[in-house]
């Protein structure tokens, strides 16, 4: 099982709101990953957690705050977002020296 | 500097035709190479990978891929295009040993194919 999930799907949100995105897996990957993802570019890597602990922080403003509860989940709060910060978040595993990675189908977030 | 570039951001086949998406890296160590397809409003999922073992990779769907190391490539073919494939296609590269757990993406590919 290759399986990453994500939710919610779609989230709309204020700019003064405060919201969380969650993923999971259950892969035993050791690697979790957020990334942002603008319309017709690439994902640009966010954090990436290794063995729980964060190892990678892509110089992300700190209203998007990335926690790991556990070595299943992943989460992502935002709080006091900008309109532009509106894009699809996306979150994947991995596990192994090739880096292969695992995605979930994503959350489609609107800032209003 | 390490890096993976794609040729053309969009290409365009009739059903049935050969499809030949580009993908070059730029490295100083051996990397691993992967594909990547991403469908409307999805996530990215993995449709064959490299690492170091044979050349000529397999994948999902009826894709396949050749790393050829005197050409610094590892382009994407399938034999003939079927309707489903039309997609963003995403060429990525990791580099054992430095970068942490860090994928590179080229900037995509989008295919159009046509009745």
């Known amino acids: 099982d290759t399986e990453v999930t994500q939710t919610p799907k779609h989230l709309v949100m204020g700019m003064t709101n405060k919201k969380s995105l969650k993923c999971e897996q259950h892969m035993g990957h050791r690697a979790m990953y957020w990334y942002k993802q603008k319309a017709k570019k690439p994902p640009e890597l966010m954090f990436v957690?290794?063995?729980?602990?964060?190892?990678i922080n892509e110089s992300v403003p700190s209203r998007f705050s990335p926690e790991c509860p556990n070595s299943s989940l992943l989460n992502l709060h935002l709080h006091a977002l900008q309109p532009e910060d509106s894009a699809l978040y996306l979150c994947a595993s991995s596990q192994g020296l090739s880096n292969e990675q695992y995605f979930g189908p994503g959350t489609r977030l609107t800032v209003t | 500097a390490q890096s993976v570039t794609q040729l053309g951001s969009h290409v365009s086949v009739s059903e049935g035709a050969l499809v030949l998406l580009r993908c070059n890296y730029s490295s100083s160590v051996p990397p691993y190479l992967f594909w990547y397809v991403q469908y409307p409003n999805q996530g990215l999922q993995l449709l064959l990978k490299y690492t170091s073992a044979a050349t000529l990779v397999k994948g999902i769907n009826g894709f396949e891929a050749e790393f050829k190391k005197s050409e610094t490539s590892f382009h994407l073919t399938k034999p003939s295009a079927h309707m489903s494939d039309a997609a963003e296609y995403f060429c990525?590269?990791?580099?054992?040993?430095?970068?942490?757990?860090?994928?590179?993406f080229g900037t995509g590919t989008r295919l159009a194919v046509r009745p």
């Open positions: 957690y290794s063995y729980e602990k964060l190892s």
């Open positions: 990525a590269v990791s580099f054992p040993g430095s970068s942490g757990d860090k994928l590179t």
